[in-house]
Structures are given as C-alpha cells and as structure tokens.
C-alpha cells in the first residue's frame, strides 16, 4: 500500500463546479498535511495545511480526518485558473515529507 | 516575500560525472530539504537537514549522495556518480522551524544524465 493514495484523475470539469479531492494515508503518527499545487514543470507551492477542526480559504476547504486517516480538498466555483495538479502531502514530523501521486484537474471555460 | 532559489535552473551532465545543485534557502530557516520528480512522476522525499546534520534521508539517497551547508547561506546536493536514472527535477525547500511547518519550495534544478 502506498504511504500516500490520491484519487488517479484526471478530473475534466466545467467552469463553476465543485470538485472534491480525496487523499488517504497509512502512517497513523503522521502529524501535518497539506495541499500543494503543482503546475507543469514548477515547484510545488502550498494551497493550505489541513488542521483537525478544518479550515477554508475562500473557494477551498480542506477537511482531516484522522480516524479514518482521510484528508480531502472542496473546490468551489473552480475556475480555468485552477487547473493545476493537486498534490498531497503528509509528514510525520521527524524531517520527511511523503507526497501522492497528484491529481490533474482541468477546469474549462 | 523571502523566498528559495536554486541554482543552476538545468544542468546537463554526462553519465559518471559529478554535480552540485545549490540551494539559498530562506534565511530565518532552520530546516532544509532536498526532493526529486522524475518526469512525470511523483514528488519523492530525499534528505532533510537541521543543525548542520542529516535529519532524516529516503533509500533513495544512497552514498552516491551528499548534502552539506558550506556556509550560512548555502545548502547544497552532491551526486558524486551520475547515472542515467538521476535525470529528474531536483527541489530545495526549507521550513522556519520544524518539518511539521510548511515546506516553501524553490523553483528546481533540472538535472540531465547523458
């Protein structure tokens, strides 16, 4: 099993939906979780870090579920702007960072 | 805004050589990180660094690897052997104070092994 699953993509979706990405990890002492964007050929840059209680930024919310080790991304109105892949990431605290395979997103016009 | 460079942005190299990729991390850091992705695949875990030593590193970085901080400002990835599979994008990131911090990423090194 892979230490950090994301749904495979790609997502093709229409501009103005809500799109919902799933993320699932195995380390159960994993401490901190992200969500980073990637676009083609740059650095990944952070869209949010993911808190127990939940936390949104404007069109984004990210939920953690540790129970079930579970960690999602809620895109609302997504925009062409938005497409990008979607990277999750999990650390354990001690220094390493565990990434996913990225979700794709395209948002059309 | 502060920010990670990484130096050079490609580097072509021939099979067997050795490189150096350079990182300026951000300068209130105190943690530093090398990643790799191979084109088209995921971004893997090489090595993280604190207080001058080797935090944590991934099967991936093996004895052909090295990390050091030459000076206050500098952090830097060695690959002592180059071999065709080390073709990939190497990122430097760093965090303020733990790896549970967010990781600001630079722009890469674009590593080619003929």
């Known amino acids: 099993r892979k230490e950090v699953e994301q749904d495979p993509g790609p997502f093709n979706v229409p501009e103005g939906a809500t799109v919902a990405f799933n993320c699932t990890y195995s380390?159960?002492?994993?401490?901190?979780f992200f969500w980073y964007r990637q676009d083609c050929r740059k650095e990944p840059k952070l869209l949010m870090s993911v808190y127990s209680s939940g936390n949104e930024d404007g069109r984004f919310t990210a939920q953690l579920n540790k129970a079930s080790q579970y960690v999602s991304l809620l895109i609302r109105d997504s925009q062409p702007s938005d497409s990008a892949t979607y990277l999750c990431a999990v650390s354990t605290g001690a220094g390493k960072s565990t990434f996913g395979d990225g979700t794709t997103l395209t948002v059309k016009p | 805004e502060p920010e990670v460079t990484q130096t050079p942005s490609h580097q072509v190299t021939q099979m067997g050589q050795e490189v150096i990729l350079r990182c300026v991390p951000i300068?209130?850091?105190?943690?530093f990180y090398w990643y790799r992705q191979i084109l088209g695949q995921k971004v893997e875990f090489l090595v993280s660094f604190y207080n001058n030593e080797i935090s944590e590193k991934s099967e991936i970085f093996d004895d052909q690897f090295s990390v050091e901080r030459p000076d206050g400002s500098n952090f830097t990835l060695k690959i002592r052997s180059t071999k065709l599979e080390d073709s990939a994008m190497y990122f430097c990131?760093?965090?303020?104070?733990?790896?549970?911090?967010?990781?600001?990423f630079g722009p890469g090194t674009r590593l080619l092994v003929l």
């Open positions: 300068s209130n850091h105190l943690y």
């Open positions: 990131a760093s965090s303020e104070t733990t790896p549970a911090e967010t990781q600001y």
């Open positions: 380390n159960s002492a994993s401490q901190s």
